[in-house]
C-alpha cells in the first residue's frame, strides 16, 4: 500500500498548487549543494538562492516549508548523524521516476555548490570526485530499469548520496576555518 502522504508527494503539492514549476529533489539537492559550501544557514540567503528556480515569488506558506527544509538541513550536517535524508519518492513509485528524482536531486545539488562555492581549487581530490560522482548520477535516469539489479543500483547510489554532502559540507567548513597560530615559545 503506497504511503499516502509521503514528505516528498506533501512538498510536490504544495509546490505545484502554488505555481512553482519545481521537483522538491531539485530544491532539496540546490539547498543542500549551498550549504556544503559553507555559506551558512540564513533563510533570507537560502530565499534569494531559490527564487529563480521558483520563477515566483513564494507563498507564505512556500517560504514556511523551505525555511523549515533549511532547519531540517541544518540539523543533518551540523548534527551527530553521519547520514542525510533525501527528499524523494518513496520506494512505491516506480523505478524510472525514483531516477528521475535522484537525477533533478544531483542536479540540483550541483547547481547549489557551483554557484555558492567560492574557490573549488580548495578542494581535495576525493570532493572532486565526489562533484564528479554527483554529475554522472545526475545523468543515470534513462540507465535504470524496473528490475532487482535496478533497484539494488538506485538503493546502492541512494546510500552514497546520503554520505556525500557530509564529505563536502566538512571538508568546506574546515578550510573556511583558519589556521590557528602557533603559540611562541620565548
Given amino acids: 500500500m503506497p504511503i499516502q502522504n509521503s514528505p516528498y508527494d506533501a512538498f510536490s503539492k504544495l509546490l505545484s498548487t502554488s505555481g512553482h514549476p519545481c521537483s522538491p529533489a531539485e530544491l532539496h539537492g540546490v539547498l543542500l549543494g549551498r550549504s556544503c559550501t559553507g555559506v551558512g544557514f540564513d533563510a533570507d540567503n537560502w530565499l534569494a538562492d531559490v527564487a529563480e528556480l521558483l520563477e515566483t515569488e513564494p507563498t507564505e506558506n512556500v517560504r514556511n516549508a523551505l525555511i523549515g527544509l533549511q ?17 524523494l519518492p518513496t520506494d512505491e513509485t516506480p523505478l524510472t521516476e525514483r531516477a528521475a528524482a535522484l537525477g533533478q536531486w544531483c542536479q540540483g545539488f550541483l547547481s547549489g ?74
Fill in 71 to 87: 532547519e531540517m538541513v541544518k540539523g543533518e550536517l551540523t548534527g551527530d548523524d553521519v547520514t542525510v535524508v533525501l527528499l
Fill in 113 to 186: 555548490f557551483g554557484l555558492n562555492c567560492r574557490d573549488s581549487s580548495m578542494l581535495s581530490t576525493e570532493a572532486t570526485e565526489v562533484l564528479q560522482d554527483l554529475a554522472a548520477i545526475s545523468q543515470v535516469q534513462d540507465a535504470l530499469e524496473e528490475s532487482e539489479d535496478g533497484e539494488s543500483d538506485y538503493m546502492e547510489v541512494m546510500e552514497y548520496l546520503r554520505v556525500a554532502p557530509l564529505l563536502l559540507f566538512t571538508e568546506t567548513k574546515k578550510s573556511a576555518e583558519p589556521v590557528a597560530a602557533k603559540p611562541s615559545l620565548h
